[in-house]
C-alpha cells in the first residue's frame, strides 16, 4: 500500500461523500515473475465504502459534477438533507448488524446453559439447538436451517423450549433406527421426532401441506409406519398453534411428559 485517503469530510457540520481510498502497487519482488512484469510501476486506486455511500456517489457524481449549471440553493439544501439521511441509515444499519450478532451469541450461550424458553426461534439458534440435542451435522446447509426456523415458527412455536418439550419424550437415534433402520442426519432426526411429538396437526399447519399433496401423502403414510413400528404418537400443540386449524375437540395444553412407548422414551 502506497497510500490511504480518508475522502469523508472532517467539517462535522458537512455531510455528503464518504469514502476511504487506498493506492496500491504490486511489491518489486513480484513483478519480477513472468506473469505480473506487465504490473511493474503500475499503481491501482481501492475505493472503499458501504452501498449506500456508493449509491450516494453515484447520484451526487452525475447531479453536480455533471450539471452544466450551479445547482440552485433548493436542491443543494435537499441534498444536504439527503445525505445526512443516507448517513444516519448507514449506521443504523451496521447498529441492526452488531446487535443480530449480539443476539446471535447470546442465544447461543443461553443453549448452552439450557434457557431455552429464553431462546427466540431463528436460524442460527435452531441450529445451535440442534447441534447441541442431535450431534453437529456439516452436511446441513443453512437454507435447511432457515427452512426449519421458518417451519417452526408457522407451526405455532415462539421458543426453543417448547420445541424441546414437544420432542422431549422420544430419543431421536432409536426413533430413526426403527423407522428407517439406520441413524439419519440431524435435521431428519430433528423432523422424524417432532412429527411423532405433534402428529396429525404437524401435517396439517405445516407450510407444504396446502401447496404440495404429495408430501402430506408421505407424512401421513410416515405416521401410519410409526404406529405400526410401536412409536407412540403424541398431540403436542405449541401455544401459537395456528387457531384456523384446531378443532372444538382438541385443546391446546397436551402434556406431552406422559409415559411413553418403550421406543419413544
Not at 443516507?86 to 446453559?113: G, P, S, T
Not at 405455532?156 to 422431549?168: H, M, P, R, T, Y
Not at 432426526?189 to 396446502?210: C, N, Q, W, Y
Not at 387457531?243 to 391446546?252: F, K, W
Request: glycine residues 4%; negative net charge.
Amino acid at each position: 500500500m502506497i497510500e490511504e485517503l480518508n475522502k469523508s469530510s472532517d467539517q462535522p457540520e458537512q455531510v455528503g461523500y464518504q469514502s476511504i481510498h487506498y493506492l496500491v502497487k504490486y511489491p518489486t519482488a513480484r513483478t519480477t515473475w513472468l506473469d505480473y512484469r506487465r504490473f511493474d510501476g503500475l499503481i491501482a486506486e481501492i475505493q472503499v465504502r458501504t452501498i449506500l455511500q456508493h449509491a450516494w456517489a453515484e447520484i451526487e457524481h452525475d447531479i453536480q459534477y455533471k450539471a452544466l449549471e450551479a445547482l440552485p440553493a433548493q436542491i443543494k439544501r435537499r441534498f444536504a438533507a439527503l445525505a445526512g439521511l443516507i448517513e444516519i441509515a448507514d449506521r443504523e444499519f451496521q447498529a441492526i448488524e452488531d446487535e443480530n450478532k449480539a443476539i446471535e451469541v447470546k442465544a447461543r450461550q443461553n443453549v448452552d446453559l439450557g434457557k431455552l424458553d429464553e431462546v427466540e426461534i431463528t436460524p442460527d439458534a435452531v441450529r445451535a439447538y440442534l447441534d447441541k440435542r442431535f450431534g453437529v451435522d456439516r452436511r446441513m446447509s443453512q437454507f435447511s436451517y432457515r427452512w426449519t426456523a421458518h417451519t417452526l415458527v408457522r407451526l405455532g412455536f415462539s421458543n426453543l423450549a417448547e420445541v424441546d418439550k414437544c420432542i422431549a419424550p422420544y430419543n431421536p437415534d432409536r426413533v430413526s433406527r426403527t423407522l428407517h433402520g439406520s441413524r439419519q442426519g440431524q435435521i431428519t432426526r430433528f423432523e422424524d421426532v417432532l412429527l411423532a411429538g405433534m402428529g396429525k396437526a404437524l401435517i396439517i399447519a405445516h407450510p407444504l401441506h396446502s401447496t404440495n399433496d404429495w408430501w402430506s401423502e408421505w407424512k401421513s403414510e410416515t405416521l401410519n409406519k410409526m404406529r405400526e413400528k410401536g412409536i407412540e404418537i403424541k398431540s403436542y400443540l405449541p401455544p401459537g398453534y395456528p387457531e384456523s386449524h384446531l378443532q372444538p375437540s382438541e385443546p391446546n395444553n397436551e402434556d406431552p411428559q406422559a409415559p411413553a412407548s418403550s421406543i419413544s422414551s
